[in-house]
DNA sequence: TTGTAGGCGTTATCAG
DNA sequence: CTGATAACGCCTACAA
């Protein structure tokens, strides 16, 4: 802790203390073995001394390259990018990789700025999670001229490359099922109108309408949360009382659309099926447990840094757009 | 979209275009003003033309300044961090900071190697969120030589700067009140052990010693959730049947533990009361509704972003520790 | 095995 | 108002 100088050491400080060139040292960083063994004791020895950071600065400049991919999530306090992160994590730094991540609110003109950010520090890729983009943020892209994985959907025309999951025919397979078990008024649950709640939405119409019902929709532009859930399903009963069942974008208005039911002494399956999507860990610890459709959020993640590397080791994907399906979880709850 | 060029265009290249020098773009950039009006929108023209990106590599290079804070949460899936991510980056953005977010899964050699990685791209301060480090992290931060915050709780000796509040005084309140209304057998509920869980344990032991009581820990080193609360509610009734109180790290495991008691047919508060930690929105859908420490997250943030860049302008904080409160959040549950 | 020269893109400084 | 120059730290290429 002895910090006697001001400025962060550099190369040419511990070649300097050692009395050879910063060259050296250099090569010492990327292969020990490349120098002799009596200077490579020294310089390791001065290097655990000055707490020696590496600094990617003059890396980008001269080659553009910061070995960093950026990692945009829609949200922070959406427990579902977790392990989406993890699983792109886990290939980069396999693949001596770091992620910078930032994150939009759900916001077109943030999710720009934070591109920008991210491409000002030279990040090697891109791995996005909506498939809306602004105009300027596609310009920056095209010039930035490096791999973009659009992440979670399957767009029908992907900026560069998309690895997701059809979330139209999943929400069409489980209310489907939701019919068939015999439930006839069945809405659907919204929030904050993102790209992935809009093809749910869809999904669910097609189902719904083709056994002739009629869609229901109860949507809010709020932020979902457990309490959204509670409130709009307060909203759904009042306005269709004979409501039977609640196809939820996500888990928390769905166990939010659950605990409010009990507390009104509503039987769930019995009186009111509830299905959510993306089985968090919360819809298991229900009585009885929530039906959820199931992402393979991971994999994934696991994909998605998969493509970008290879496109940056010169090995572009043949295949643009990949699906990884999706489960249905099955609970109590439907 | 014609990308006739494959490099990312540089201040020379609209320069060229022009017939001016990239100086005089440089300037139009940091001023539009500084140039003449017929200057300034040629090069207006030519930027939103071809799209340039700023690149940060050259001034972290010459002044070893990146117009970014570095923010280290210890986990993507808390909810907890994420309005407390929020407070920052209001903060910052407002004085021209991005920030740089990275995870460290609770784990000290990952923090480490995040730090490093965050250094490595010059950030000019970080934010951390635990208080525990290993020597090289210290070392790395003594050497790099920029503001430090350490957020959420009081270190007795920061590294630099620290915002937080005091878990242990609000862990030996909350259970005071849990002793005063009657409960004997209240246990401690803990997972992962983090520093956090730590500090609330020694305020639980202290208010139920000071009432002559033994403390009783039920603790796990899995990463804490809803079902993991639910599964430790089951240990803990086969060890103790005559418990009556339920103390847990965090709101996850809290209400993992009200439902499983639920549905095992007990009470709440009458045999079990049961009080969490971060004050979480499920807690307020739960019936009823979950006692919770609730604590100045976006605050903690934004004073945290603020003792940063007060520091980076040259006017260090001359408090190093802010303590900046908690309040309990009543529910039905005690 | 080690050293020297040059360049990456931007900006501070000084000159015109 | 605009231009020329040098510098930041590291790595590639070449030289010894």
Redesign the pocket.
Known sequence: MSATQK???????I?DRI????????????DP????A???EKIAKEIEATG?I??R???M????SSKAIGILLPSLSNQVFARFAQGIEEVASSHGYQTLIAHFGYSDLEEESKIASLLSYQVDGLILTETSHTNRTLQMIGTANIPVVEAMELPHTPIDMAVGLNHQAAAYDVVTQMLNSGKKQIAYFGARLDSRTKLRMQGYTQAVEAQGHKPIYILTEAHSSFSIGANLLEQALNQHSDLDGAFCTNDDIAVGIMLAAQQQGISIPHQLAVVGNNALDIGTVMSPSLTSIDSPRFEIGQKSAELIISALAGVPSEQKVYDLGYSISAGGSL
């Open positions: 400025t962060r050491p550099t190369l040419q400080h070649a009395g050879i060139t910063k060259m050296t040292v250099s090569r010492y960083l990327r073995h490349s120098v002799a009596s200077t490579r020696y590496q600094n600065a003059p890396a400049l001269s080659k553009a």
